[in-house]
């Protein structure tokens, strides 16, 4: 077992044994430097409110010059209930989002406003679990995920998984924690990497996150098209 940290984020322990259930991740997690997720949240709250502030001056300052170049995206997000799509791509510029289904204050992806005709009992029962959902933030080292919701979250992605191994590895992680869902260094890695083995579609920006539903090895539901509500992060590298 080993654990990977940043300062300012509390991280789920990384198991590296593709045979491990998420049972064993239940209890353990460490801390990393920059202390409670109250202080978390009010340092990831100053970020988000200045990095609006910049997007604003730059906005504006881009108005001003007509050859200055337009802002790009970071990534788009889907959100999915089993099977089906529900609502248009949301698109980042931002260097961090909010996705939630109630949140008291602040904007982002609210999935509690995306309607749908018909929803079975338990996607609106998982519906119901997501709450304040997760803080996605693009950072130096990558992107990472913060549970802000009082149940834990799935995540898989191409930079998570064991090198040259066919099992999905789908990390749980608790409320109050935080996980690095890509890395960029090791991303620049797999893409120089032509031994990877892959089964079927593989998207390497991609980036899978269910809210309060396992899939997996481990899990009744081996896809994550078995999952309620699950989101997709479809990151704006080298698209």
């Not at 479809?234 to 698209?239: E, K, Q, S, V, W």
């Amino acid at each position: 077992m080993k654990a990977g940290g940043s300062a300012g984020h509390r991280l789920v322990l990384s198991c590296q044994r593709a045979e491990c259930c998420p049972q064993a991740h239940s209890g353990g997690a460490k801390q990393g430097r920059g202390g409670d997720p109250l202080h978390f949240l009010w340092n990831e709250e100053k970020k988000r409110k200045r990095g609006e502030a910049a997007c604003s001056l730059w906005t504006l300052d881009a108005s001003l010059s007509p050859d200055a170049p337009k802002q790009v995206h970071w990534c788009n997000v889907a959100y999915w209930e089993h099977r089906t799509r529900v609502g248009r791509l949301y698109t980042v510029y931002e260097p961090s989002v909010s996705i939630f289904y109630d949140l008291p204050q602040g904007t982002g992806f609210c999935l509690g406003q995306l309607s749908l005709e018909q929803r079975s009992s338990t996607v609106q029962r998982t519906r119901g679990k997501i709450g304040y959902g997760i803080l996605l933030s693009k950072e130096p080292d990558g992107v990472w995920a913060y549970n802000r919701s009082h149940h834990p979250i799935f995540v898989n992605s191409p930079t998570l998984d064991v090198p040259n191994s066919r099992t999905l590895v789908v990390r749980k992680v608790m409320p109050g924690y935080s996980i690095k869902v890509f890395d960029y260094e090791r991303s620049g890695l797999l893409r120089h990497n032509p031994d990877t083995p892959l089964d079927g579609p593989f998207d390497p920006n991609s980036v899978r996150i269910s809210f309060a539903k396992g899939w997996g090895p481990c899990y009744s539901r081996q896809f994550i098209t078995s999952c309620p509500c699950w989101l997709e992060i479809l990151l704006n590298n080298h698209r």
